[in-house]
Nanobody, 124 residues
Framework: QVQLVESGGGLVQAGGSLRLSCAAS????????VGWFRQSPGKEREFVAF????????YYTDSMKGRFTISRDNAKNTIYLQMNSLKPEDTAVYYC?????????????????WGQGTRVTVSS
């Protein structure tokens, strides 16, 4: 199985950028599709972005399109989430998750492996 560790979170002003990383160990990340999710206090965890095993297909929640970019470097066993034009409502704990599915996976219940999360705080 694969273990995931997120990093790159922190405090940023509105309009700023952060790049989150999700590093995998235990098994080659190239076997897995990966999603990013986030959870704000008092809210349910929500889907942010998806990337398939090869990196050739991505999918985003509408509110993230044009601001967030998911990418992967299978040679480094790492997934990235570049977040630009951040807003206070982007404040949340961000999680990466992995699944062996060959297709689009956007429901958190479909993912088998999760990281511990990294906190992002966007100040106004």
């Amino acid at each position: 199985q694969v273990q995931l560790v997120e990093s790159g979170g922190g405090l940023v002003q509105a309009g700023g950028s952060l790049r989150l990383s999700c590093a995998a160990s235990g098994r080659t990340l190239g076997y897995y599709a990966v999603g990013w999710f986030r959870q704000s206090p008092g809210k349910e965890r929500e889907f942010v972005a998806f990337i398939n095993r090869s990196g050739g297909s991505t999918y985003y929640t509408d509110s993230m399109k044009g601001r967030f970019t998911i990418s992967r470097d299978n040679a480094k066993n790492t997934i990235y989430l570049q977040m630009n034009s951040l807003k206070p409502e982007d404040t949340a704990v961000y999680y990466c998750a992995a699944d062996l599915s060959p297709g689009l996976v956007y429901r958190d219940s479909d993912y088998d492996y999760w990281g511990q999360g990294t906190r992002v705080t966007v100040s106004s």
